[in-house]
């Protein structure tokens, strides 16, 4: 069974038009995460929620925003995509206590157009 | 500032033969060490990690890597590939006392299997 989810698994969105990638989970963590990965490229990190603290990474642009209105779902908004925002983006998960390591969506895959 | 190297960004192997993928990481500290795998348009799957104790871990899929604190290298090894194992690898770190999901990946290797 699926633990995190990601939807949709594909997106096309028009340059400059706001899009949302929605993540959810099953498995209760309060930790969530979301990576941009770039065609061959390692994935990058760009935020995380600690339950409902919201971390930024120093270097992730203001064009990308998140919301997690509960536990279970988190979001990532783009606001004005630009063609160099094409990637996969990944969705993670995991719990704050030690040694519990993270779960990872299937991810979304983000077009351009 | 911390830095996960993947010295080979494709390796080819028949299927059968052994395997090693390098990885090593340039840290402050002792890091907790992964190992992810990522077969093409999935996400990533927990291969194996290190967190402290024993230097050689097993992990799934038949395979296992070595901490070696003098090197700063956390190798990947599998005694014999299975066609199955074509995909693309990813070694993580993250700091100790950290979330264990806010990792730095190195860049990958690219795993192809020969029949």
């Known amino acids: 069974d699926a633990m995190v989810i990601q939807n949709p698994r594909y997106q096309v969105t028009q340059f400059g038009k706001p899009v949302t990638l929605s993540c959810s989970q099953t498995l209760n963590h309060n930790v969530m995460y979301w990576y941009q990965q770039k065609s061959s490229q390692a994935p990058k990190l760009l935020f995380h929620y600690y339950d409902k603290d919201f971390n930024n990474e120093a270097d992730t642009p203001d064009n990308f925003q998140s919301r997690r209105p509960n536990t279970s779902f988190c979001f990532l908004d783009i606001r004005s995509p630009g063609l160099g925002d094409a990637a996969m983006y990944l969705c993670?998960?995991?719990?704050?206590?030690?040694?519990?390591?993270?779960?990872f969506g299937q991810g979304t895959r983000l077009t351009v157009v | 500032a911390q830095s996960v190297t993947q010295p080979d960004i494709h390796i080819t192997v028949s299927e059968g033969a052994s395997l090693e993928l390098r990885c090593n990481y340039s840290?402050?500290?002792?890091?907790?060490l992964f190992w992810y795998v990522q077969s093409p348009g999935q996400g990533l799957q927990l291969l194996l990690k290190?967190?402290?104790?024993?230097?050689l871990v097993q992990g799934i899929k038949g395979f296992e890597a070595e901490f070696k604190r003098s090197q700063s290298s956390f190798n990947l090894r599998k005694p014999s590939v299975h066609w199955s194992d074509a995909a693309e690898y990813f070694c993580a770190v993250t700091r100790r006392g950290s979330t264990l999901g806010r990792l730095y990946f190195g860049r990958g290797t690219q795993l192809t299997v020969w029949p």
């Open positions: 993670a998960t995991s719990r704050a206590a030690q040694n519990t390591e993270a779960f």
């Open positions: 840290y402050g500290a002792t890091p907790y």
């Open positions: 290190y967190f402290s104790g024993d230097t």
